[in-house]
């Protein structure tokens, strides 16, 4: 490394009789305000020179060397340095460990603020400061990462504009339904983690570390994780690194300053951080929700809080047709369509329904007797009208073929019970049919009878049914009562007037 030359400021003439010369010169060094931390091209790369203070007088002969030069420090003071050599010339003046070790460690870090020399009279050699400590700052960096959550809180409501509806028997109504969505975010669990790494400049001397702190301008003190002991010696050229993470109240930027404290030959140091959140979260939960309706024409799809579009609308139609969305029967539907949101983290679901009374107003018709149906078709001859209902049983009418029974429906209407109970429920069965096929409505107990009765005739013949006893007969009996008090107008929509 080039060792530069510092220039004499000024010459002082002084009575001053020493090293046998009989007047004498006072040197003084031009480099005022030198500081030692700043190192630079007077810095040597070896371990022995970044540590002293070394001053030149050059052009010396044995014996006239001065015994000492007077230095002045920022915060050392005023002292005197004794003369060390002479090599080639050349008188050396040490402040070093070495020489003068009551001194350290501050002198390393202080600023010099003049340096003289009392020399022979006639000397026009120079006063030079060759080289002073080079002991660098330890470098400190460190990061700050923050984190937080949000959560996503979800609602859902399911309106129609209307809850009630009035048809005729073959009209179809519209209801409009809206299904909407929403949600709002709460933040939590705010955080700032990172590292503070401390670096020992190569060439520096060993460094010992007394501490390490870390603080936040508003959260305060934060503990660090070294996975060593303090104090610590760092090498030369080597690196600690302490990692942190510290939980916040909130979202408070922040400056975050780690500070390096030393003792012994070592500079310490510190560096600042700043702890900025950004608006995007580290950890998003329930951000988005699976919409489903039970009605299929609703919405099912998914939903997101950065959607634009949370409100679904759809039209659902009422009738009592086949052709309708919702089948109506006659009388009143109570109808409960419901809306069902499920978020994607938690699976948290919440529901609304929206329910619709729809009233149709059936013609409910009447019921005729047994009597009347076995004499009023084409067959029987004794005058009265037929009734159209018997065409409804198929092409032959009344002569249509009765279950298993080897008879048409006209021959088992007059073919008296004798005791046998499959014409007793033959004669209301028949008569049943015909009162449902021309009109008249069937309460649930009559569809339901009308079902068994024509398993039973469908599968047993006259012959095997008039042997039944006990319960199997009892059971005959008992659908043949049902449907009697249904053709009777007991039961059901009640008799027509004839």
Known sequence: MKIYKIAILSLIMTAFFSFGVSQASAFELSNSGVLPKVGGSMCKTTGEYETEWHFNINQITTGTQPASITVTFANAGTFEIPFWKLTGGNAHYLLATSTMPDLYPGILTDTLLSASAVVPEGYSGNFVLSHWPCIKPLIVTKTATTAFDRNWNWIINKTADTNTLTLADGQQMPVNYTVAVDATSADSNWNVSGVVTVTNPLDNPSATIESISDVMSTAGSVALDCGITFPYVLPSGSSLSCTYNQTLTGPVDQTN?????????????????????????????????????????????????????????????????????????????????????????????????????????????????????????????????????WNLIGAGAENTLFGVSGKSWFTNFWTAPAGNVYYNLAHQFMAATLNKLNGASTPASVTAALTSAGNLLNSTTPAAAANLKGAQKTTWTTLAGILGSYNEGTTGPGHCSE
């Open 257 to 389: 300053t780690a500070t390096v404290a030393v003792s012994g030959l070592a500079i310490g140091s510190s560096t600042s951080t700043p702890v900025t959140f950004s608006t995007l979260p580290t950890n998003e939960y329930d951000e988005c929700v699976t919409l489903s309706d039970t009605n299929t024409k609703g919405p099912q799809q998914r939903v997101c809080a950065t959607d634009t579009q949370k409100n679904f609308t759809y039209t659902v139609t009422f009738g009592k047709d086949a052709g309708a969305d919702v089948n109506l029967v006659c009388g009143i539907t109570n109808y409960g369509n419901t809306a069902t949101f499920t978020t994607n983290d938690t699976a948290a679901t919440s529901s609304k329904t929206w329910t619709v009374d729809a009233t149709v107003a059936c013609s409910l018709g009447c019921t005729l007797t047994q009597g009347y149906w076995k004499t009023h078709n084409v067959s029987f001859k004794g005058g009265a009208r037929p009734d159209d209902a």
